[in-house]
């Protein structure tokens, strides 16, 4: 009866601290050393949830319990740190002193600060590594609870309370004495001061933080996922305002008799000439008023109606106020937004317009040109215009089944494929020389040819552009002057040779003549010589 007495009167004990006026403020105490939730490293638990939230959510299991709470972050920082006993504060206080040092983080990293080892190293970090709930006793002389913390399939954190009865044993309190720096007094007064909670309200605190556990888990997630949102929001806002595409966004009005705009980015503020303040919750029909002559207004109403995605194809728009040439895909949003997706294509009509007319002028000048002309493919196939056709004696259909080779002589295909090469690579810009070609009969036609090559916007050959002057007369004209000068130094020297021999005889003749005349004048001196010499012979008998 005694033993039942007493075992009811321990049990009406263990239920005093259910009536006993619960002290206010508990979850606002901050230790002399300051709020460790400060030197956060910009931790997920603590952005998620917010130190007011955690400190009301942790009220769940600490207001049946008040004894010390922590919430940690994966690499350790505390998101939370709550102390409602007078044990659990005075140990914990005395523990930071023994750390002799008042940088709250070099305390933390140096292992004398026993309540922080026990509740994070043994406690919390356990239980993240083990993945399941971690039931300790710690260094201060109570017991820990920790529970990992989950979000997205992935532990991100723990909480932990401290439970139980402070030891009342002498011998305990003596070594936690020597340990802590406490004086024994102290520790018993502190563990007298302890209202002890039955098992089954302990039980139930452990249920009660498997639960909170949870649901921080669903906040971070939905955090995280709002975060995601708005990771996305804003790259798509940024992905919007500098794409190099106009875009703009509507909302039909009248069921779908008119479209209003919601959105328009820089690029369509930019080539429409019109700010984005001054088109937002206007009508297409009231800011582009071409818009119906356009035929794109058409295009809004079918694909608002139907969902189906439809491009229009380049075309001008007109107004008053602005012109140029567009090409739009629209199509329809889930939430029933319009978008209509575009381009500024008038530069590019111009610059195709440009080399319309150049190359029309082009064709123009190669039809008409009264020398051959063709564009050779760097493989020799030839697009010849009329005059070489007519120089060659082919039709363009059958020309332009020929190579140039098929109408260069054989012998000299190398000769002309060392002279264009330069041109492939890019070395010179034009190459002039003359060449043979095989006329259609077989017959040799005479070209002076110049060539020049066209390149793509890549710097790779495109074509040859050859102009053919037909030479064949010159040639032939040359060959002739030549013949004839051949035939006339002949001749020339034939008459040289024969006035050479004739100079030759006269030389000797008159050699002969002066000769015969020194010879009759010696004789008529001789004569007048016997002559005289016979006068005085008379004279002298």
């Not at 697009?383 to 020929?402: F, H, I, P, V, W």
Request: hydrophobic share 35%.
């Amino acid at each position: 009866m005694e033993d039942h007495i007493n075992g009811s009167r321990n049990y009406l004990t263990s239920l005093e601290w259910i009536f006993s006026t619960k002290e206010k403020g508990k979850g606002d105490f901050i230790p002399e050393y300051g709020d460790l939730s400060l030197l956060n490293r910009d931790g997920l638990i603590l952005k998620a949830v917010g130190k007011k939230q955690l400190t009301e959510i942790a009220s769940e299991y600490m207001d049946l319990l008040e004894s010390s709470s922590a919430i940690y972050e994966r690499n350790g920082d505390y998101a939370l740190g709550i102390f409602s006993s007078g044990w659990c504060r005075m140990m914990d206080a005395a523990s930071r002193k023994l750390c002799d040092t008042d940088d709250n983080r070099i305390a933390l990293e140096s292992g004398m600060w026993l309540c922080h080892e026990s509740c994070w190293k043994d406690a919390s970090l356990k239980a993240m590594q083990e993945g399941i709930p971690a039931d300790i006793e710690c260094s201060g002389g109570i017991h820990l609870y920790a529970v990992p913390l989950r979000a997205g399939g992935e532990i991100v954190g723990a909480i932990n309370f401290g439970y139980g009865d402070p030891p009342r044993e002498e011998a305990i309190l003596k070594n936690l004495s020597l340990k802590y720096d406490i004086p024994v007094q102290q520790l018993r007064a502190e563990a007298k001061a302890y209202q002890p909670r039955p098992t089954y309200i302990i039980d139930y605190a452990k249920k009660r933080i498997q639960k909170v556990a949870v649901y921080l888990g669903y906040i971070i997630e939905r955090w995280l996922a709002e975060q995601s949102v708005r990771q996305s929001e804003y790259r798509f806002r940024e992905l919007f305002q500098n794409m190099i595409s106009c875009v703009a966004i509507y909302k039909a009005v009248d069921e779908g008799a008119d479209f209003e705009f919601l959105d328009f980015n820089r690029a369509g503020e930019r080539v429409e000439q019109i700010s984005r303040d001054q088109v937002i919750g206007k009508r297409v029909t009231q800011v582009f008023p071409g818009v119906i002559d356009f035929g794109l207004f058409d295009v809004f109403k079918r694909v608002w109606k139907t969902g189906v995605q439809e491009t229009h194809p380049v075309s001008q728009y007109q107004d008053g106020r602005i012109t140029g040439w567009r090409e739009n895909v629209v199509f329809k949003l889930p939430s029933g937004e319009l978008v209509a997706l575009y381009n500024d294509l008038t530069e590019q009509k111009q610059s195709e317009e440009r080399l319309r007319i150049s190359e029309e002028k082009f064709r123009t000048v190669f039809e008409t040109a009264n020398v051959g002309k063709s564009l050779t493919l760097p493989t020799g196939e030839i697009n010849a215009n009329q005059s070489l056709c007519d120089m060659l004696g082919y039709t363009a259909e059958e020309l332009g089944r020929k190579t140039w080779q098929e109408v260069t002589p054989t012998d000299e295909i190398a000769s002309i494929g060392q002279k264009i090469a330069p041109l492939l690579r890019g070395e010179k810009g034009s190459v002039r020389f003359n060449k043979r070609y095989i006329h259609k009969n077989g017959s040799i036609i005479w070209g002076d040819v110049s060539v020049t090559m066209r390149y793509d916007d890549q710097g790779n050959p495109l074509h040859f552009i050859t102009t053919i002057v037909d030479i064949s007369e010159q040639i032939r004209v040359e060959k002739e002057l030549r013949t004839l000068k051949k035939e006339l130094e002949l001749k020339i020297e034939e008459k040289t040779n024969d006035l050479k021999m004739r100079i030759d005889e006269l030389e000797r003749f008159h050699s002969a003549t002066i000769e015969r005349e020194f010879r009759i004048k010696e004789l008529q001196d001789e004569i007048d010589r016997l002559k005289k010499q016979k006068a005085i012979s008379g004279r002298n008998p």
